[in-house]
């Protein structure tokens, strides 16, 4: 069974600093381009940040450019996202998103086959 498990979620203020974990099990995703999206109240995730198979390409949304950090280790199977200088609209779950073919990054949610449970983020004023 193939699990993505995100961790490190919590209540932080507003300034402050979190780095989430998304641990993959169950087959190896260190082929494929890894990503975080959050989805506050409402329908649709919005893409947060992507990275390539090797970690030599990533992007972000403008929302969080230079705030955001996008990393992995394929010998852990594990993406990160080191959040600094949070502000209270980056308050929403979180989720990591994976593919086991596509290579390179994208924005795009429908190119990730498989993605987490999610993590709550709250950041408050």
């Known amino acids: 069974q193939v699990q993505l498990v995100e961790t490190g979620g919590g209540l932080v203020q507003a300034g402050e600093s979190l780095t989430l974990s998304c641990a993959a099990s169950?087959?190896?995703?260190?082929?494929?381009?890894m990503a975080w999206f959050r989805q506050a109240p409402g329908p649709e995730r919005e893409f947060v940040a992507s990275?390539?198979?090797?970690?030599?390409?990533?992007i972000y949304a403008d929302s969080v450019k230079g705030r955001f950090t996008i990393s992995r280790d394929n010998a852990k199977n594990t993406v990160y996202l080191q959040m600094n200088s949070l502000k209270p609209e980056d308050t929403a779950v979180y989720y990591c998103a994976a593919d086991l073919s596509r290579w390179d990054v994208s924005f795009s949610k429908e190119e990730y086959g498989y993605w987490g449970q999610g993590t709550q983020v709250t950041v408050s004023s």
């Open positions: 990275i390539s198979w090797n970690g030599a390409n990533e």
């Open positions: 169950g087959r190896s995703f260190s082929n494929g381009a």
